[in-house]
């Protein structure tokens, strides 16, 4: 058996759910144009943090994993890279694949001490994992990280001869990327992995029983959305030039969770969505006052309450609704016996 057998109910919502390519594409035109609306940094914040969420996405919002260590991959990332560039000369994309590569070998190893642990003893497990890299740049490597200081000189990279610590060419770089990224992430849900996530996602258990090893799709995806991590964080030391201690920081953690659900995990956009509403309202009433994260908090929980399934999953409900009752009107009167 090559698919997993699934109701026609559960079917019409798989296709859907499914994203078609011109989301891809119209998805990239408007990030190409968000600088023409906010600011660059703020934008460039969105797409970094919107490479993070779609990695995340793939791991909670298919496989219902949750993981408060995320910040581990990010930060290693971010750490990787910029060791590579200060200590060892290397090029951009050499830096990039070290800041890939690390969280992926990083995610094999957590994958295969605690993925079969569920729940809440699987988060426990990689929330303990990102704090023990967090006190490991904190003092004991403070000679490598500079400790409470963050990596610091860090040299300033180009590509095609564009200076990557201008904004305006940093921004169109990680566009590029994000726009790579994002056909990535359609394309694995276009294949037939992508299906076996969403019938892993409407239900695990027939998937087990039609013959799938459960415990290894989790893993895969945990070492699948290390490298979106990976690659954020070491978009974020492109971006900064540098990189703070709390990169590795739970807090890091809870703001990609936070982000994910807001936009509506195990969507295509939410990510993207939710890393925008939260930096547009972190930066704008972070203006009025400094105690901006209550406001953001209350709004956010008002955002959940209007929208029950994140902004993108309620939107996606709504419309699928709506498409489900015009085919029911459109659908022939069975006549009645007798």
């Not at 799709?217 to 709390?246: E, H, Q």
């Not at 990510?271 to 972190?282: I, R, S, T, Y």
Request: charged share 10%; aromatic share 12%; with cysteine.
């Amino acid at each position: 058996m090559t698919e997993p057998i699934e109701s026609r109910e559960t079917m019409l919502r798989d296709v859907n759910a499914k994203p078609r390519s011109t989301v891809v594409w119209a998805a990239a035109l408007v990030l190409a144009a968000l600088p023409l609306v906010i600011s660059v940094p703020l934008a460039t914040d969105i797409l970094i943090w919107g490479i993070f969420g779609m990695g995340f996405n793939l791991l909670l919002g298919y496989t219902g994993v949750l993981s408060f260590g995320h910040a581990a991959y990010f930060g290693l990332g971010a750490y990787a890279s910029g060791l590579a560039m200060r200590y060892w000369g290397a090029g951009i994309w050499a830096a990039i694949a070290a800041g890939v590569a690390a969280p992926m070998l990083l995610a094999c190893f957590i994958g295969a001490l605690a993925i079969r642990r569920r729940g809440v003893y699987f988060a426990m497990i990689s929330l303990a994992f990102g704090q023990m890299l967090f006190f490991l740049a904190l003092s004991p490597l403070k000679h490598i990280t500079r400790g409470e200081d963050g990596l610091t000189h860090i040299p300033l990279a180009e590509v095609f001869s564009l200076p990557l610590h201008k904004p305006v060419p940093i921004y169109y770089f990680i566009f590029a990327i994000t726009t790579v990224m994002l056909y990535m992430t359609w394309r694995i849900l276009e294949s037939p992995f992508g299906r076996l996530l969403r019938a892993f996602r409407e239900n695990e258990e027939r998937a087990k029983a039609c013959g799938y090893n459960t415990t290894l799709v989790k893993f895969f995806t945990l070492v699948l959305s290390a490298l979106y991590g990976g690659l954020a964080g070491a978009l974020n030391m492109l971006y900064l030039n540098y990189v703070p201690l709390t990169t590795l920081f739970w807090l890091t953690s809870g703001t990609i969770v936070m982000m994910t659900i807001l936009g509506g995990k195990g969507t295509f956009l939410g990510p993207l969505v939710g890393a925008a509403v939260f930096l547009f309202l972190q930066n704008t009433i972070s203006l009025w006052t400094p105690r901006w994260e209550l406001f953001v908090g209350a709004i956010f929980v008002a955002i959940i309450l209007a929208f029950p399934g994140g902004i993108m999953g309620t939107i996606r409900t709504i419309v699928n609704n709506r498409k489900t009752a015009r085919l029911q009107k459109r659908a022939p009167a069975v006549p009645s016996e007798g």
